[in-house]
């Protein structure tokens, strides 16, 4: 009998956007991107929920676009969530095989991931992944389980993010009023990154950064598995606030100015003259030296990109070999690559989804790099639970006291 196809969506309530993308995965496990339902976002502040009524709205729109475009009735998506509550850390749990017993054993590998797991968190989080990075055995690291191999002692390393419960839980309340269901909750970069990518890029070690509307979102891969991940509360937005203030311009024509003529570089050969928006007629409606704008465009993103750096560990950026990834809206920013490469010293590249087909050519904009990385991420969940039993288990487990 053939393999049957899967339809996942992938659901990301952005600052500036809420996205809603849905997929097929075929047999071959090719991906297809079948419809998008794209609606500009109002009620969210960097990344949260601040006017439940004005987002439910957005969600709703963007949910009737994405099933006339893909013809499928919607019953459940995969969340996307954010904000700078969320907090990645790498945990490591050990256990000591008893007296007598030389041989690695299931239960001595799940008490050492159970030690791992138990990170103490502050009261008002919750536990969203933890991810297994490795195990060692007597020191030695090991991409998979070590059950039946010869032992002393049994680590398990893990990155386990969480975030504030009642923050988490009214993104769950805004969906089940769809109403839907929602298949799992993934941290934006964490989607991201199985769009961004492949197995040998994380080998390597690769730095996935998402700039948006209202955060910056980042996850770091090294020798394979994830090594860090967090948000920082600022993004396309905060530039356009700044040009907004310095010239006094409304901030829909600042946003415009910014995206038309600004330049993030920091060069000045891209800082002479003036900028200029013209009105409907052909004629300058505004104008602003080219220097002052760019300049405010080039202090706020690179203030950005030295807060992510910041919160990488110690010596991590020397041990990324295939470079920085960068995805969302901002990130097309004339100029933006060449500021990333003076902050970080590394490789950059733009991203565009590996293997992935559709009627629309929309999904490669990088606006969309999360919601597509949620289709991947559903992908990676059917592949494990396919697995037999006993086999190396689910990536990524979601731990949720509230249920789903």
Known sequence: MARRTKIHVGLEIGTSKTCVVVGEVKADSAVKILGIGVT??????????????????????????????????????????????????????TFRLPDGDPTVAPEHVEEARSIAREVEIPQDHVYLHPIIRNYLLDGLEHATSPVGLFGKTVEADFHVVHGIGNRIQNSIKL?????????????????????????????????????????TD???????????????????????????????????????????????????VHSVG?????????????????????????????????????????????????????TGGTSLMRGFDKLAFDVFGRDIHRLEPPGISGVQTSFKDPHFATAIGLIRYAQILETERAKPPGFFRRLFRLFWPFGK
């Open 40 to 93: 500009k976002t109002v009620g969210v502040r960097k990344g949260e929920i601040y006017d439940f009524a004005q987002v439910r709205a957005c969600l709703k729109d963007a949910l009737a676009k994405a099933e006339n475009a893909s013809d499928v009735e919607i019953g459940s998506v995969f969340l996307a969530i954010t904000g700078a509550h969320i907090q990645g850390t790498n945990h490591r749990g």
């Open 175 to 215: 969906v089940r009023e769809m109403p839907l269901e929602i298949d799992d909750i993934v941290f934006s970069p964490i989607a991201t990154a199985q769009m961004a990518l492949d197995r040998e890029q994380r080998e390597r070690g690769a730095l996935v950064i998402d700039i948006g509307g209202g955060t």
């Open 218 to 268: 980042y996850a770091l891969y090294l020798n394979g598995a994830i090594a860090a991940s967090g948000c920082v509360p600022v993004g396309g937005d905060h530039v356009t606030n700044d040009i907004h203030l310095v010239t006094g311009l409304p901030f829909s024509k600042a946003e415009r100015l910014k995206i038309t003529e600004g330049d993030a570089s920091g060069d000045p």
């Open 274 to 326: 003036t900028a200029k928006l013209t009105d409907e007629r052909g004629f300058a409606e505004v104008e602003v030296s080219r220097s002052v704008l760019n300049e405010i465009i080039h202090q706020r993103l690179e203030e950005t990109l030295k807060l992510v750096r910041a919160r990488l560990p110690v010596g991590s950026v020397e041990q990324i070999g295939a470079g920085i990834f960068l």
